[in-house]
T-cell receptor, first 112, second 114 residues
């Protein structure tokens, strides 16, 4: 059973547009919610992460919005660039644990 | 500072054989986790080692095993390989072992079972 559900599976955005990827979870023991970016042939790299005590976190063009009551969180990429074209994974881990439960990934393509 | 190093990068094995993959974490990192990445199942947690002890284990058969050495380097072993074991195996290291810390991933080992 997929503990973290991610959508959409793929996304095409024009350069300069906003990319939005959504994730949902059921397990209330999750306490840490990172987003990873993966380019072909590379391992995932941490983009940004949030804990449930805040509703939003922004780092540069990347923002996580977190809705604890709905058990949902999303990644917003502002001013999307062709270099952002990659696969994005949301993830979650339980309090005190390092093992991550990953979403199924979103393949983002930013067209010039 | 060197990142997480995984060797080999690519591996082709025959069904029924066994394989050992190696991971050197970032210097000073004591926790190492392993993940399997496939197109069908995505990224799935295999196990985590901290201070040479298995701290956590995912839902994989006993053919998958691992260990960690005193220098924090880790190996994972898959015995009696099956075609379905073909995947990208990723190693991640964490700065500390207490949980909820950033995972730094290596580039992975691409295993193909024929």
């Amino acid at each position: 059973q997929q503990q973290v559900k991610q959508s959409p599976q793929s996304l095409i955005v024009q350069k300069g547009g906003i990319s939005i990827i959504n994730c949902a979870y059921e397990n209330t023991a999750f306490d840490y919610f990172p987003w990873y970016q993966q380019f072909p042939g590379k391992g995932p790299a941490l983009l940004i992460a949030i804990r449930p005590d805040v509703s939003e976190k922004k780092e540069g063009r990347f923002t996580i919005s977190f809705n604890k009551s709905a058990k949902q969180f999303s990644l917003h990429i502002m001013d999307s660039q062709p270099g952002d074209s990659a696969t994005y994974f949301c993830a979650a881990s339980k309090r005190g644990a390092n093992n991550l439960f990953f979403g199924t990934g979103t393949r983002l393509t930013v067209i010039p | 500072k060197a990142g997480v190093t995984q060797t080999p990068r690519y591996l082709i094995k025959t069904r029924g054989q066994q394989v050992t993959l190696s991971c050197s974490p970032i210097s000073g990192h004591r926790s190492v986790s392993w993940y399997q990445q496939t197109p069908g199942q995505g990224l799935q947690f295999l196990f985590e080692y901290f201070s040479e002890t298995q701290r956590n284990k995912g839902n994989f058969p006993g053919r998958f095993s691992g260990r960690q050495f005193s220098n924090s380097r880790s190996e994972m072993n898959v015995s009696t390989l099956e075609l379905g074991d073909s995947a990208l195996y990723l190693c991640a290291s964490h700065r500390v072992g207490i949980g909820n810390t950033e995972a730094f991933f290596g580039q992975g080992t691409r295993l193909t079972v024929v």
